[in-house]
């Protein structure tokens, strides 16, 4: 077996290899994979980093128990599953640089803590039974002291990489193969470019590969289409040309091994989606994202357990694409917390029961049972304070049953969304972390944390790779020899340089002279700096760099060696071709896209695509007082609602706060006023608002006490309490006894046919004269608006229209004539 070994040989390499049997390339998960087939070393689950992270929490509790002090206290105190998966990934690189965790009096502080924690677990094993699974490091640990022993299926090995910039682990491993051969591990060779360069390419890789120390001046470029630049304003626009280039250049037809290497260093189908519109095979590239519906639920699932709900969450939830719930039942609900920010509100039970009598008349009863299931578990719940815990079997059982939710739909939907099955490992892994707790109760913030260990991007792949796509790698380490023409598509800086080192010196120093010798800042920084420079010498024709200003609307910055190209070459105006503007090196070496002026249309004026006409009779029924408000001010507005009902449609957003106030404001009046107020003191009043506004807030305006708006909450009952206090002091001080409240009247507008007029009165008072009749008032309650309310008082009560501050009447007949045949204009 012929062994070739790179740090980012785990995917897609270039050159592709030939067919040849026993040829083996290999990154650092498939060379475990291999060896511990070929030692039977198997068995051991995959993606269990958050297992193993809960299990060293556990394992630092314990610690901390008898070790007052210890340096990770504070750290750990303010964010124990952060602080943990620091210090098991500093366990990881102990262990893999070959330290046994045996202390000594000279151990470094920090050092002897990581070698208690790592003994707690062999410990344990007997006693109390602490364990931590087998990661990366074990494994691979393993593996190594089974070469010692055992019999290798090895005949030649060879590294991508230079074995001194290899971590400490790999390093290991081939001083062991290479032991075992005989022979020393080489390195795959590239083509060196000959000593007296004779093409623009050649003198760049030279000048790299002699860090610049080759000739004293800058070379000059003769643009002989070996090294060319292609700037471009943005991604996409530079995705587009080269789409088309690559339509007049490289023919579909054609075989693959003559048409260039991508390079595709981001996870981003912009590029491929624009190879696909021009007709080229999809390259099947992954787009990786957190803002898919079916992740966003993760985050949401969690709100049904809490009160006061989150009525933003519930909004989100319910507005989803893909959801455990049925669409049109979410819709419904979603326009109820839109209208009233809270569940189990006002009109809430009466949804919901006419939408499940509905459905049972036209759906099976399967149906109809699932989607009550599915509403009971989410919106019938037990739910708990927000400031306390939760017992962790309900949180269990909310990601369980997402997990087979999402299993589920993914099966019904013949396996086309492939989020699916991520949402469903995801919220496995959830449950298995939950079940692995020793807490039997979860705070909120608790599950915000377990939720974010385990949420990740999704990786989708949008189009499955085609045959005849042009051949990519995903990584610039991943070019194993010499290729003959790349593109290296967004040449922008993806990867940070390293700075600071996660040992100190003295650390350094003792695990030195116990030859553990784990990465250091300069040997990481040199390491990606040899696989930045790997696409540039692995070309041997031509090299393409794509330099766009921005990516997906966010400006970048050039990649580092573009720094090393302006100061290797004196003009590079002449290799650079501007997308859409200066320029012309491309010219002379492919065929290209051609830009065409697009003729100037006047759109002249719109012509109505809905056409009505004048009705007959443009007076309706019955009119209420807001629709004749709506007939004197907006004359179209009336006729598109009442007369063609054509109403817009919900945004399905939680309505401002003026317009909550003011239905929670008249929820509360309406409630007090029905009470004996003529006989409740100041402090009864007061404590009646309070325990109202508490018990409407929690069904209908639960925005109020989410965290941060205590001062706005505060500020409204105060309001309320003097508003009702004053309103009642009135009502008492005159006379007045509250004779209705939210009643319905009725009269008749002054028209020639006499229209009826139905509105509803907030309250209506009622007193003895000396006449021995019945004064009657009718009090309308605003939140706000005072001012121009004061006025329309004043103008006799006249309908107006206020203009520059100044009262305009304005009379039915001239609103009338304002309704002719109308035409409807809809313009974006």
């Known amino acids: 077996m012929k062994l070739i070994f790179g740090l980012q040989l785990d995917n897609e390499s270039l050159p592709r290899p030939a067919a040849e049997a026993g040829v083996h390339y290999v990154g650092p998960n498939k060379l475990l994979a291999l060896f511990e087939l070929w030692f039977g070393l198997g068995g051991h689950p995959d993606d269990i980093e958050y297992l193993r992270v809960e299990q060293f929490r556990q394992a630092l509790f314990r610690h901390l128990s008898g070790h007052e002090g210890a340096f990770y206290q504070k750290s750990f105190e303010t964010d124990p599953f952060t602080t943990a998966a620091e210090l098991l990934s500093r366990r990881d690189e102990l262990l893999l640089s070959g330290w046994d ?135 996409s626009e530079a995705a587009a040309w080269i789409a088309q280039l690559a339509r007049l250049n490289w023919p ?65 939830f319910v507005s989803l694409s893909v959801k455990p719930l049925a669409d049109e039942l979410a819709t419904l609900i979603a326009n109820q917390v839109a209208a009233m920010p809270g569940i189990q509100g006002e009109g809430w039970y009466a949804m919901i029961n006419r939408y499940f009598e509905e459905l049972t008349e036209k759906e099976p009863m399967a149906m109809v049972s699932e989607q009550r299931r599915q509403y009971n ?34 099966e019904e939907g013949n396996g086309r969304n492939q989020s699916l099955i991520v949402l469903s490992e995801q919220a496995k892994r959830i449950a298995q972390l939950l079940s692995a707790l020793p807490e039997q109760e979860l705070g909120h913030l608790e599950m915000e944390r377990i939720v974010r260990t385990i949420y990740e991007p999704s990786p989708v792949v949008f189009q499955p790779r085609e045959a005849g796509s042009l051949p990519y790698v995903q990584h610039p380490a991943a070019f194993t020899g010499g290729v003959g023409e790349v593109w290296w598509w967004n040449f922008t800086q993806q990867d940070q340089p390293h700075f600071f080192s996660k040992w100190s010196k003295a650390e350094r120093a003792w695990l030195a002279q116990n030859g553990i010798l784990p990465d250091t800042p300069t040997k990481e920084n040199a390491r990606q700096l040899w696989q930045q420079s790997r696409p540039v010498l692995a070309a041997t024709d031509r090299l393409v760099l794509v330099l766009p200003d921005s990516v997906d609307g966010t400006a970048v910055n050039p990649h580092p060696l573009f720094g090393d190209l302006q100061a290797a070459c004196s003009n590079l105006a002449a290799i650079t071709q501007e997308v859409g503007g200066s320029g012309n090196a491309f010219a002379q070496h492919f065929e290209l896209p051609q830009y065409e002026a697009v003729e100037l249309r006047q759109l002249g004026k719109p012509a109505a695509f809905l056409r009505i006409k004048k009705p007959r009779n443009m007076q309706r ?201 109308t035409q409807v204009h809809f313009s974006t």
């Open 377 to 410: 578990f989410w919106f019938e719940r037990r739910r708990y304070d927000m400031g306390r815990k939760a017992p962790k079997q309900d949180v269990m059982a909310i990601f369980d049953y997402l997990r087979q939710w999402a299993m589920s739909a993914f």
């Open 252 to 316: 579909v037809e054609n075989e693959v091994s003559s048409k260039p290497c991508l390079l595709v260093a981001e996870r981003s189908h912009s590029l491929d989606m624009a190879l696909v519109h021009e007709g080229h095979p999809s390259l099947g590239l992954q787009s990786s994202s957190l803002a898919r519906p079916t992740l966003q639920i993760l985050k949401l699932v969690t709100v049904f357990l809490w009160e006061p709900v989150n009525p933003y969450q519930i909004l989100e």
């Open 101 to 235: 965790f045996v202390k000594t009096s000279e151990t470094p502080a920090r050092l002897a803590s990581i070698a208690e924690i790592e003994a707690l677990f062999h410990e344990a094993e007997e006693e109390s039974g602490l364990q931590l699974a087998a990661g990366y490091a074990d494994r691979f640990h393993a593996v190594l002291a089974a070469i010692d022993d055992g019999v290798l299926p090895i005949e030649d090995a060879w590294t991508n990489e230079p074995a001194q910039l290899l971590p400490r682990h790999f390093q290991r491993f081939f001083e062991k193969i290479g032991k075992s051969l005989g022979k020393e591990v080489r390195q795959l060779p590239l083509p060196h470019p000959p000593e007296a360069p004779s093409t623009d390419l050649q003198q760049f890789q030279l000048r790299l590969l002699n860090n610049g120390q080759t000739q004293p001046g800058k070379a000059g470029l003769k643009n002989d289409g070996s090294l060319l630049l292609l700037r471009a304003s943005g991604s």
């Open 621 to 821: 029924e019955r009119e209420s007082l807001t629709s004749l408000e709506t007939l004197f001010y907006y004359p179209y507005q009336w006729f598109f609602k009442y007369k063609i009902r054509l109403n817009k449609s919900s945004i399905l957003s939680v309505v401002p706060d003026n317009t909550l106030m003011g239905n929670l404001a008249h929820r509360v009046f309406e409630k007090l006023l029905r009470e004996e107020i003529h006989s409740m003191d100041k402090a009864a009043i007061e404590a009646r608002v309070e325990q109202e506004c508490r018990r409407l807030m929690a069904r209908e305006g639960a925005v109020l006490l989410l965290y941060g708006r205590e001062p706005d909450r505060v500020a409204f009952v105060n309001k309320l309490k003097f508003a009702a206090w004053s309103l009642i002091t009135h009502i008492r001080d005159n006379g007045w006894r509250v004779l209705a409240t939210e009643r319905e009247l009725d009269g008749k507008f002054p028209t020639a046919q006499g229209t009826d007029v139905r509105g509803i009165a907030d309250l209506i008072l009622e007193r003895s004269n000396q006449h021995g009749t019945s004064d009657l008032a009718v009090v309308d309650i605003k939140w706000r608006g005072s001012g121009w309310r004061e006025s329309a008082i004043r103008s006799q009560g006249c309908w107006h229209h206020r203009t520059n501050g100044r009262t305009r009447p304005i009379s039915l007949s001239k609103m009338a004539r304002c309704l002719p045949e």
